[in-house]
Each structure stands twice: as C-alpha cells, then as structure tokens.
C-alpha cells in the first residue's frame, strides 16, 4: 500500500469518536470501562498498523488517533483521574485538529466543500 486513503483515516476517527462517546457515558453513569479499555487499546493498535502503510499527509492524523485511544484507555481504566481527563481533551482536540485538515467541516453536513458560509453562522447563533 503506497499510501492511505481519506476514508480509512475517517474509519479510525469514526471509530475513536464512538468509542469516546462510549466511555464518556460508562463513566458518567458509573459503570466499568474495562472493555472499552480493550476497545481502545485494539484501535491503537489498529492505527499504529495502519501509520506503517501510510503516506505523508496520513501520519499525523494516524498517530494522534493512536495516542487520543491510548489515553482514552488509560481514562477507562483510572476513571477518576483528573489529570487523565485532560490529557484525553486535549489528545482528542489535536486528533480532530489533525483529521480536519484532511477532511474539513467534519461536523456539518457541507461535505468540506469550498470557503463558505453556513446557515447558523449567517444567523449569529452557531
């Protein structure tokens, strides 16, 4: 494999956003990460697999997903540690950093098409 494709970078990061989503809610409602531990550790490794195939523009988003899942592991097994829960913001912050600027306006339905504007902002409410 020469290089990889947006929509594997997008598969990781689809994955890691799920898997965050899932920890966050076990961990609000008190439940045992434990196998979303497993789950993250799996996605690291997944990644790491994947930055060895991966071309230039790739690696960075790669390795910040790899390390965003590494932490998140880390929250799933030591859910009460502060210093944790900022370490995964800020892990997750440079992963979606990473992956926008390969793939722009992930979150709104525009697709990452050209300068515009969207509806909210015109509104001043978004």
């Known amino acids: 494999m020469s290089g990889v494709a947006e929509r594997e970078v997008t598969a990781l990061y689809l994955r890691y956003k799920g898997l965050a989503l899932a920890v966050g809610a076990t961990l609000v409602l008190e439940r045992d990460a434990g196998e979303l531990a497993g789950e993250a550790a799996r996605l690291a490794v997944d990644a790491r697999s994947l930055r060895e195939h991966a071309g230039k523009p790739y690696c960075a988003p790669i390795e910040a997903c790899a390390g965003a899942a ?23 912050g440079r992963l979606r950093r990473e992956v926008w600027k390969l793939i722009p306006c992930e979150y709104v339905p525009c697709g990452g098409t050209a300068a515009h504007v969207h509806e909210r902002e015109e509104l001043g409410d978004g």
């Open 70 to 92: 590494d932490d998140l592991r880390a929250l799933a097994i030591r859910p009460g540690d502060g210093k944790l829960t900022e370490r995964v913001r800020a892990s997750h």
